[in-house]
């Protein structure tokens, strides 16, 4: 688990096919890997990945074809900056929120503009995702916990302060940019709960309005 707060700004020194997925090199800059072991967890770019080397200024990683799949990380090369951060401890201060590390989707930045000393984002998230994210919400977007200021369908407003811009790869961020999004957990848990007995239905994918309306949540 993590928090969604970036320790610091790494970068792709390799990538390596291998037997079908990829195996990446990590360079993680000033991210302290003193208490780093081999099989510790490190979020790259809200990617959860599995240290299997640890040479000394970064970590290796395997990347799965599920992973490529489902996240930015095909568009990832040599060079890329990427934001990193270490999973948590029972002690750490959980200073956004809860985050697995397992994206939900790939959005696009939209759009961008100043707002004083912030920064605009205005991000398009996958359609299916749209339901998960809320107004004064959580989302994590390339790992970085952000509040969600409003929402027009699947596309969501971010307001990024300075602090935010300097400490992680949103700075870099342009119109056409493809990132990596986590919606909240409990979005997630809380549909599949109100399912009830017909989660373990196999056409139980997922909340519908008609499923709403029958059990007293919408007025039919």
Request: with cysteine.
């Amino acid at each position: 688990m993590f928090t969604g707060i970036i320790e610091a700004i790494g970068s792709i020194r390799a990538l390596t096919p291998k037997g079908g997925d990829v195996r990446v090199y990590v360079e993680t800059g000033k991210l302290d890997l003193g208490d780093v072991k081999l099989g510790d967890s490190i979020a790259v770019n809200g990617v959860c990945l599995t240290a299997v080397e640890l040479p000394g200024d970064g970590f290796w990683a395997d990347v799965s074809r599920e992973t490529l799949a489902r996240t930015a990380f095909i568009d990832f090369k040599a060079g890329s900056k990427v934001n990193l951060e270490k999973a948590l401890t029972p002690t750490s201060r959980l200073g956004g929120h809860l985050v697995s590390g397992h994206i939900d989707g790939v959005g696009e930045i939209v759009s961008m503009a100043e707002n004083a000393r912030a920064w605009q984002f205005t991000i398009r998230a996958p359609r299916e995702l749209a339901k998960y994210i809320a107004h004064k919400g959580s989302i994590t977007v390339d790992g970085t916990s952000l509040t969600v200021n409003s929402v027009n369908g699947a596309e969501f407003e971010l307001t990024i302060v300075p602090h935010t811009l300097a400490e992680t790869i949103m700075i870099d961020y342009r119109p056409g940019r493809q990132v990596n999004l986590e919606v909240d957990l409990l979005a997630r848990y809380l549909e599949r709960l109100l399912l009830g007995d017909k989660a373990a239905e196999p056409a139980a994918s997922g909340m519908t309005v008609s499923f709403l309306a029958e059990h007293g949540y919408l007025n039919k």
